[in-house]
């Protein structure tokens, strides 16, 4: 039979088999495609599929690591989770469940949002099978509301609803409303925030980054609105002055190193018509990460 040229297979970075398969898998990759609370722009429920698709053109080989780590471990790409649209409670348990299950393979698992309230989700079905831990969320926003258009469950409540099982520690926050401010005030030792405008001024915050996460167990979750609008435009709700690319590995890399991550997210991609760069860098981001952490567990 003649041989010709194919397209590589659909999913996370474009995998053979034998380093895509679930038995041989490190990693997992499960894509919720939901985006149902969004106040703004939406979008981010094509989030998933976008960061999926640009990863087949991202080099397997990263240098820093000296090392293909995705042919190493190998990256099971999951079948997308369906929302409940019965109401965004519903779909928070929805994927609460699901998560606890995957969880519990002993896989380290990656979750592509959809809105960042599938982080609450995750979150949960996390504390199943964990128990306690320390969340770090990266993002513009605090995302402390109690509630927000009649639900505790909208994206802007995602922080305020994980703070509630465990401690939360924000970096690059540089958007919030006047009750959350006093929420941060009067909770210290629920939430930490970290504000971009003090991180561009003075990078001592990540020693004490590093002093925190050591030795914990960490769920990530990375809102793709902490980078700047000028390499990440595409998101629900962009917010200026925001982390730069390296500023964003430098937080991962002390995060992988010092902590034992469980699991983490990337939320929020809304892809732009004609702009394909956001989720290049949404995949290559994910990636990365992967990366960090699998090679921490060696």
């Known amino acids: 039979m003649t041989e010709y040229p194919q397209h590589p297979p659909r999913n996370f970075l474009g995998l053979p088999p034998e380093h895509s398969d679930f038995a041989a898998s490190r990693a997992l990759i499960l894509p919720v495609p939901y985006d149902a609370t969004t106040s703004y722009k939406g979008g981010a429920k094509a989030g998933p599929q976008a960061v999926i698709d640009a990863s087949t053109q991202v080099e397997l080989y990263d240098r820093e690591l000296d090392d293909e780590p995705a042919l190493r471990w190998g990256v099971y790409t999951l079948p997308a989770l369906a929302p409940d649209l019965r109401s965004p409670e519903a779909t928070i348990m929805g994927i609460a469940e699901a998560v606890s299950g995957l969880a519990r393979t002993g896989k380290l698992l990656c979750v592509l949002g959809g809105e960042h309230s599938v982080s609450v989700g995750v979150a949960r079905g996390l504390h199943d099978v964990f128990g306690d831990f320390l969340t770090v969320q990266l993002d513009a926003h605090a995302d402390l509301r109690d509630e927000y258009d009649g639900t505790p469950y909208s994206h802007a409540c995602a922080a305020r609803r994980i703070a509630e099982i465990g401690p939360v520690i924000q970096l690059g926050i540089r958007s919030l409303d006047a009750a959350e401010a006093t929420f941060l005030r009067e909770n210290p030792a629920r939430v930490t925030a970290f504000f971009a405008e003090d991180m561009h001024r003075d990078r001592s915050y990540l020693q004490v980054l590093a002093e925190r996460v050591r030795g914990q167990r960490v769920f990530l979750t990375i809102d793709l609105d902490v980078l700047d609008p000028a390499i990440m435009p595409a998101t629900g709700t962009p ?60």
Not at 242 to 248: E, I, K, S
Not at 258 to 271: H, R
Request: charged share 20%; aromatic share 8%.
């Open 239 to 298: 917010e200026p002055g925001g982390l730069g690319w390296y500023d964003t590995l430098d937080i991962l890399r002390i995060v992988c190193a010092e902590a034992e991550v469980i699991a983490f997210d990337c939320v929020e991609l809304s892809p732009l018509p004609g702009l394909h760069a956001p989720e290049f860098l949404a995949a290559k981001l994910v990636y990365k990460t992967l990366s960090l952490i699998l090679s921490r567990q060696v």
